[in-house]
């Protein structure tokens, strides 16, 4: 597979449940993260990763807990959530700046998981 | 901090009509702007981008123009098809620091034959 892919494409979990979503990027980059995609709001970024390690956190609940093992995979594991989690969970991969030397370097972004919480 | 705003839709066109989606932005410095497109199903796509100001940016028949004296990014196409039905938003990244997107909050666009 190429791209970014992400699973699974579609989750529905009660408030009690524990879930992870997945992400994978095949493009060789070092930067991955995870955004919120609600209705009528902008694009949320919620977590970065460079080179494996956390560099952003956006104030998101603890009730988010991201992983990233290596440079390819990174998960997102909830549990407990509210049902205005519900949303779509967009992952994204990119080349880091400082390692391109280039001056932008374009986010990969993959289908998205959409989450309902009931 | 930065922010984008685009216009609100739903937009509806006829096929081969003249579009515009209006962006303007706050941010300090200098950011790069940047156009991204969402089909149905499907992640977001990088359209086209500008760095500076003045930056013309073109892809797929779109364009926008970097306009930093109305701290503008209007999306606009002269002849739009039925395939261009998506979601477009409209984002900025800071010049500092890491590759961070602020995003607008998406137009959605149908296209009717």
């Excluded at chain 2, 579009?19 to 499907?42: D, H, M």
């Excluded at chain 2, 086209?48 to 892809?59: C, F, H, P, R």
Aim: glycine fraction near 8%; proline fraction near 5%; charged fraction near 20%.
């Amino acid at each position: 597979e190429t791209g970014v892919t992400q699973t699974p494409r579609h989750l529905v979990m009660g408030m009690t449940n524990k879930k992870s979503l997945k992400c994978e990027q095949h493009l060789g980059h070092n930067a991955m993260y995870w955004y919120k995609q609600s209705a009528k709001k902008p694009l949320e970024l919620m977590f970065v990763y460079n080179f494996k390690e956390q560099t952003e956190n956006n104030s998101v609940p603890s009730r988010f807990s991201p992983e990233c093992p290596n440079s390819s995979h990174l998960f997102l594991h909830l549990h407990t959530l509210q049902p205005e989690d519900s949303a779509l969970y967009l992952c994204a991969s990119s080349q880091d700046r400082r390692t391109s030397g280039l001056d932008y370097n374009e986010q990969f972004f993959g289908p998205g998981t959409r989450l309902t919480v009931l | 901090g930065n922010s984008v705003t685009q216009m609100e839709g739903p937009v509806t066109l006829s096929e081969e009509a003249f579009l515009t989606i209006n962006c303007t932005y706050t941010a300090t410095g200098y950011p790069s702007l940047f156009w991204y497109v969402q089909y149905p199903g499907e992640g977001l796509q990088l359209l086209l981008k500008a760095t500076k100001a003045d930056d013309k940016g073109s892809n797929k028949g779109f364009e926008a123009t970097y306009r930093k004296e109305t701290t503008s990014f209007h999306l606009e196409k002269g002849s739009v098809q039925v395939s261009d039905s998506a979601v477009y938003f409209c984002a900025l990244r800071s010049n500092f620091g890491n590759e961070k997107l602020t995003f607008g909050t998406g137009t959605r666009l149908t296209i009717i034959p």
